[in-house]
């Protein structure tokens, strides 16, 4: 492809068929492994290249747990959070242990903060008090609590999406919110298509749809209490998600020349430090917003 966008990401620019049996897939399992630390950076030619991200404590003595964290953006968010300096809590489902592994493995390996793993599907009975309660237990404290977990499939039941990606949001922000104080802060995930729609997930766009609205009801709710509450709304990203929504055929070439900034999709770890700014003290002032990361593909309309 003579055309390609310019760009050190190479699996954005020569995105293959790929396709995951189970979802919410695997990181180890994409075809091109996706980037979750190296941001892309430009020099004085108009050059692009990688460089790791280095926290400077922005986060540092904070505790934050992060639901879907082992793979794609939360996981992303897990490590920069770790970088910059927060104890984090992962909480992913049981089948995505080795992804969770290898989590935990970077975070030891390349910063001092601690890490706990929470394998539960927070759908069942109980699983929302069992997270906080093993948080608590082993952090003592909740500064930041980040809601990323949810799943995408298509034309899937409309009583289970909401399930997973709404229902169990708001039981643990009912949980969480008890630990959090003055100062403290909740992220959600929403998405691009909580704005523009999307014929092929229709409920799963109505989900993140919801979560916008959530997100700024709960903004209000708890701000006279100094807790603030806003979302980001990711575009397209290279993660498990998107090869185990889609098949192989589906995957080749997926968004190249479809998004307007850089012409291509997202890497996780484009994504890392909206949440940080959200979580840490430059975000002190901001509540009730919803933080757009899509390269253009939806602009306006918070």
Same mark, same amino acid.
């Given at each position: 492809?003579?055309?390609?966008?310019?760009?050190?990401?190479?699996?954005?620019?020569?995105?293959?068929?790929?396709?995951?049996?189970?979802?919410?897939?695997?990181?180890k399992n994409m075809a091109i492994p996706a980037e979750h630390s190296r941001v892309e950076c430009w020099d004085e030619d108009g050059k692009p290249y990688l460089k790791e991200y280095v926290g400077s404590e922005k986060l540092k003595g904070k505790k934050a747990i992060i639901t879907g964290g082992d793979s794609g953006i939360g996981r992303a968010v897990t490590i920069f959070f770790?970088?910059?300096?927060? #104890?984090?809590?992962?909480?992913?489902?049981?089948?995505?242990?080795?992804?969770?592994?290898?989590?935990?493995?970077?975070?030891?390996?390349?910063?001092?903060?601690?890490?706990?793993?929470?394998?539960? #599907?927070?759908?069942a009975n109980g699983a929302t008090k069992k997270v906080i309660s093993s948080h608590m237990e082993k952090f003592g404290a909740?500064?930041?609590?980040?809601?990323?977990?949810?799943k995408q499939i298509m034309t899937s039941g409309i009583e289970d999406t909401f399930q997973a990606n709404i229902i169990q949001m708001m039981q643990l922000s009912r949980e969480a919110v008890p630990h959090l104080k003055r100062g403290g802060a909740i992220i959600n995930t929403s998405s691009v298509v909580a704005y523009k729609g999307s014929s092929s997930f229709l #409920?799963?766009?109505?989900?993140?749809?919801?979560?916008?609205t959530f997100t700024r009801s709960l903004a209000t709710q708890l701000a006279p209490k100094g807790i603030r509450v806003n979302a980001v709304a990711p575009g397209l990203f290279y993660t498990p998600l998107q090869p185990a929504s889609r098949d192989a055929q589906g995957m080749e070439g997926w968004g190249l020349g479809a998004v307007p900034l850089h012409g291509r999709v997202g890497q996780p770890a484009e994504i890392g430090e909206t949440y940080v700014l959200l979580a840490g003290p430059g975000g002190n002032y901001i509540t009730g917003t919803v933080i757009h990361v899509n390269g253009g593909v939806h602009i306006g309309g918070a």
């Open positions: 492809m003579s055309d390609k966008p310019i760009s050190a990401y190479k699996a954005s620019v020569e995105v293959p068929a790929q396709n995951q049996e189970n979802l919410p897939g695997l990181d770790a970088r910059e300096g927060a #104890d984090v809590t992962v909480v992913y489902l049981p089948e995505e242990e080795e992804d969770a592994k290898s989590l935990e493995s970077e975070i030891t390996s390349n910063s001092s903060s601690k890490i706990l793993l929470i394998p539960v #599907d927070l759908t909740l500064d930041i609590l980040v809601n990323n977990a949810s #409920d799963y766009s109505a989900t993140k749809g919801a979560i916008a």
